[in-house]
């Protein structure tokens, strides 16, 4: 199938992904007078009362508003917040099929940081959450930390945190494949924006203790030109200052995970690994190696970002079930502590019969996951403090 012009002409039959469906019947006077005036003012006062009710006699403790700007949309760039629609009409169904969320797509026409702050902030009070999608680096650092300031309900980058909760799970599992600690292995990132150092920082969290970053002009380290979030992450990850290329880097490496740009890594630069390598190229549609290349050097698990290979790395497997257990709980907050036991709750569903080099992650369409990734989600958000139920 030619996934492109078929995708093309169902989207013009389908004219949008998602609809509105009442959940309550107006086909009588009195359905009239329940669902809307004169009886409808009672909850508007309970909620003028009391704001918590805003949750309790609405819709908002199950709706999630996914926002783009349009400028980093899948591998196509900065395309404009109107082609972003499909994307996060696409995000929105996916939110309802995996996590039973209810999600409404929202493309704001501006890529200036405090317009798109206040602009979502001020709209925030009719959502339970807030999923940012499609933001390009180093904006969507900023963005995201000043709405968690402001708002009182979850607010969440998938590309960033999504990404880097399943190669957590993926990581985990891979280990144990090897059976490598992982607070022993040598781990390589290459792709130093908003997913690379979300997966990097999240991959501490996890136990990592050796990590490089690696951009197109190389290692992360001092005297590299580097934004902000980079810098921080150059600290935090190469304190030796060790400088150099991609292929530095990966000597000796056990893990390489790519977020970056197709074909960079070489065949070469795998059988430069450890034994028993770990590689994740998951730049998509075209992954940095191929993964036949990659196992032919030697890499002993690989997993991409595409669903004709084994082990894809999608983060479907994380996002709807997070956001479940979020607003099941009425989160304030997705934490770290949340991420971290999303990651442990995906691997755990592969058991160890089930393990294996092209087993390290259940399949999207496993229905165990979005459950079990909102069960640890919630206990995470209790016992992190930031649950309000």
Not at 313 to 324: H, W
Not at 377 to 383: F, G, Q, V, Y
Request: proline share 5%; charged share 25%; net charge negative.
């Amino acid at each position: 199938m030619n996934y492109q012009e078929e995708s093309l002409r169902l989207h013009g039959e389908w004219k949008g992904k998602i609809e509105v469906v009442s959940r309550v019947p107006v086909k009588s006077k009195d359905d009239l007078s329940l669902a809307y005036t004169p009886g409808v003012a009672q909850p508007c006062l309970e909620i003028q009362k009391d704001y918590s009710k805003s949750f309790d006699l609405t819709r908002r403790h199950n709706l999630v508003a996914v926002i783009t700007d349009g400028t980093a949309v899948l591998g196509l760039g900065d395309i404009g917040p109107e082609a972003g629609m499909p994307v996060m009409e696409g995000k929105c169904a996916l939110f309802k099929e995996f996590g039973g969320v209810d999600a409404f797509p929202i493309c704001i026409r501006s890529k200036d940081v405090d317009e798109i702050v206040r602009t979502i902030y001020l709209i925030s009070g009719s959502f339970g959450g807030i999923n940012l999608e499609d933001i390009a680096a180093p904006r969507c650092f900023e963005i995201e930390r000043r709405l968690k300031e402001l708002c009182d309900i979850p607010v969440f980058h998938d590309d960033q945190h999504g990404t880097a909760i399943v190669v957590g799970a993926a990581l985990l599992n891979a280990l144990r494949v090897v059976k490598k600690e992982i607070g022993e292995v040598r781990c390589v990132i290459n792709g130093a924006g908003s997913a690379g150092i979300a997966i990097g920082r999240h991959l501490m969290n996890l136990g990592v203790k050796h990590l490089l970053m690696v951009d197109r002009h190389g290692v992360l380290s001092e005297g590299v030109e580097m934004n902000p979030a980079q810098e921080e992450m150059a600290a935090l990850t190469n304190p030796e200052n060790f400088s150099g290329t991609l292929a530095d880097a990966m000597k000796g490496a056990d893990v390489f995970i790519g977020v970056s740009a197709p074909h960079v890594v070489s065949k070469e630069m795998v059988k430069s690994m450890a034994s028993g390598a770990i590689v994740f190229p998951m730049a998509n549609p075209v992954p940095e190696i191929e993964p036949e290349e990659a196992l032919s050097a030697g890499a002993a698990v690989v997993g991409t970002g595409r669903s004709d290979h084994p082990n894809q790395i999608n983060n479907v497997l994380a996002f709807p079930g997070l956001f479940r257990g979020a607003l099941d709980v009425r989160a304030r907050d997705i934490n770290e502590e949340m991420k971290t036991a999303a990651s442990h709750a995906l691997a755990g569903l592969v058991s160890e019969e089930e393990l294996s080099d092209k087993y390290i992650l259940p399949l999207a369409f496993d229905k165990r996951v979005g459950p079990a990734v909102a069960k640890a989600a919630a206990e995470a958000a209790r016992a992190s403090g930031v649950a309000r139920l």
